[in-house]
């Protein structure tokens, strides 16, 4: 079972998405170029951003893909942004047909919606939120204008002075792991892959199975994962 991950950013999502495989698929193994495919591996490589992931990173990636004739699954992971998650996939859809790409074998392309981005999804995680009055007044101000422990974080808007819901779904998150002497950066989320950090994610959606849809989207498909393996061992 051979994955590749094409996935949007630069920095977290290529340091966060490893590290969730590592607990959610310990049998894969990363590998550094497309090529070196053998058995139960994965690639990821960043996109470069929105739009640069359609318009070019998309193209190379299938021939990566073709070229190889290992893969199982081409996967690839975006956010949603200012759009809907049927908007986004729409838009992944109309790249692969305007560019005429096709996968060949039995490779099958799997989009992974971030909705509205990564942090959004990481502010799921109840155990790091606040029991008592923080001591941040910023914070107890996102708050009270929507409490994503009690509410689903993909369903939060962006507050006032903030452009994107990306951007202040960042700030709500740095600012709440912070009350915990969390520091979470894009370039350096380490405490956001760690195992007990997804077990709370995961956690989440266990008790609350209608909030984060496209998290529980990418848990499905690792599920998926793991009974294709376990069926061939």
């Given at each position: 079972m051979n994955l590749y991950f094409l996935v949007?950013?630069?920095?977290?999502?290529?340091?966060?998405?490893?590290?969730?495989?590592?607990?959610?698929?310990?049998?894969?193994?990363?590998?550094?170029?497309?090529?070196a495919a053998?058995?139960?591996?994965y690639f990821l490589i960043s996109?470069?951003?929105?739009?640069?992931?359609?318009d070019r990173q998309l193209s190379a990636s299938y021939a990566d893909v073709n070229d190889s004739g290992a893969y199982d699954y081409l996967v690839v992971c975006l956010d949603v942004d200012e759009v809907s998650p049927e908007e986004r996939k729409d838009e992944v859809i109309s790249a692969i047909a305007k560019q005429k790409l096709y996968l060949l074998g039995t490779?099958?392309?799997?989009?992974?919606l971030q909705n509205?981005?990564?942090?959004?999804?990481?502010?799921?995680?109840?155990?790091?939120?606040?029991?008592?009055?923080?001591?941040s007044e910023e914070l107890q101000e996102y708050i009270n204008y929507y409490n994503v422990f009690r509410d689903d974080p993909e369903k939060m808007g962006?507050?006032?002075?903030?452009?994107?819901?990306?951007?202040?779904?960042e700030a709500y998150?740095?600012?709440?792991?912070?009350?915990?002497?969390?520091?979470?950066?894009?370039?350096?989320?380490?405490?956001?892959?760690?195992?007990?950090?997804?077990?709370?994610?995961?956690?989440?959606?266990?008790?609350?199975?209608?909030?984060?849809?496209?998290?529980?989207d990418f848990l499905v498909f690792c599920q998926r994962v793991r009974q294709r393996i376990a069926s061939v061992q």
């Amino acid at each position: 079972m051979n994955l590749y991950f094409l996935v949007e950013g630069r920095s977290a999502e290529r340091k966060l998405y490893p590290m969730w495989l590592h607990h959610l698929l310990p049998t894969l193994s990363q590998i550094p170029v497309p090529a070196a495919a053998n058995r139960n591996n994965y690639f990821l490589i960043s996109g470069g951003g929105y739009p640069h992931l359609l318009d070019r990173q998309l193209s190379a990636s299938y021939a990566d893909v073709n070229d190889s004739g290992a893969y199982d699954y081409l996967v690839v992971c975006l956010d949603v942004d200012e759009v809907s998650p049927e908007e986004r996939k729409d838009e992944v859809i109309s790249a692969i047909a305007k560019q005429k790409l096709y996968l060949l074998g039995t490779c099958e392309l799997v989009v992974i919606l971030q909705n509205r981005c990564l942090e959004t999804w990481l502010l799921a995680n109840r155990s790091v939120y606040p029991r008592q009055k923080p001591e941040s007044e910023e914070l107890q101000e996102y708050i009270n204008y929507y409490n994503v422990f009690r509410d689903d974080p993909e369903k939060m808007g962006h507050y006032a002075g903030f452009s994107t819901h990306a951007q202040f779904h960042e700030a709500y998150l740095k600012i709440m792991l912070r009350e915990k002497n969390i520091r979470y950066t894009k370039q350096n989320p380490k405490d956001a892959g760690e195992k007990h950090y997804l077990e709370a994610m995961i956690d989440r959606t266990e008790k609350e199975p209608r909030h984060l849809q496209t998290f529980q989207d990418f848990l499905v498909f690792c599920q998926r994962v793991r009974q294709r393996i376990a069926s061939v061992q």
